[in-house]
């Protein structure tokens, strides 16, 4: 989460392990999509600036962000994809839904990322208000996607080295 002294967007390209060869499937609800297809873009952008290749780059859309779990396990059913980011924006309002999805959305990501042993980001925004989001969209406080990005390949890289340790163990 942004907060006055973290950007989303503040990291340092050397301290990412070298992505190239990591495919990466992007799932992205289509609710708010001002703010979802300004993540996906700061997403994208990340990815290939650490060395993804765009045809490594999956994008599929679902309607909201209730369904990004689901569409998470299609992706990750998909052999060669190696990590999967979800990307929503649940705005709060006046009804009990905002608890409901956000509950949804947190405990599935987690429940896909394990059942299919693949790191499944959580690229959500959960903002009190629309201008909550666009500020972690590309606005002043950076863009969550880009986090998401940098956080898809840490985690696709830390996998592939505790397996070729345990090869070589
Ligand atoms: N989906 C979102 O991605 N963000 C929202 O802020 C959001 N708000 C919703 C509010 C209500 C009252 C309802 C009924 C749905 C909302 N959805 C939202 C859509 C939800 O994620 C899902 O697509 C639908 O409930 C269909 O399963």
């Not at 609710?31 to 990815?47: I, S």
Request: hydrophobic residues 40%; contains cysteine.
């Amino acid at each position: 989460m942004s907060t006055a002294h973290k950007n989303l967007s503040d990291f340092n390209h050397t301290n990412i392990p070298p992505a190239a060869g990591i495919r990466v499937g992007i799932v992205v609800a289509e609710w708010n999509v001002e703010v979802t297809a300004a993540l996906r873009d700061g997403a994208v952008k990340t990815l290939l600036a650490c060395g993804v290749t765009e045809s490594d780059i999956i994008v599929v859309y679902v309607p909201g962000s209730f369904e990004l779990t689901y569409g998470a396990q299609l992706l990750c059913e998909d052999k060669t994809i190696d990590t999967v980011i979800c990307i929503g924006c649940v705005i709060q309002g006046e009804t009990k839904h905002f608890d409901f999805i956000c509950d949804a959305v947190a405990n599935g990501v987690t429940n896909v990322s394990l059942k299919y042993n693949k790191p499944v980001i959580f690229g959500v925004l959960t903002p009190n208000t629309l201008e909550q989001a666009q500020d972690r969209a590309g606005g002043k406080h950076g863009n969550k996607g880009d986090e998401a990005a940098v956080t898809a390949i840490k985690m696709a890289q830390l996998k592939k080295s505790v397996k070729t340790r345990m090869m070589n163990a």
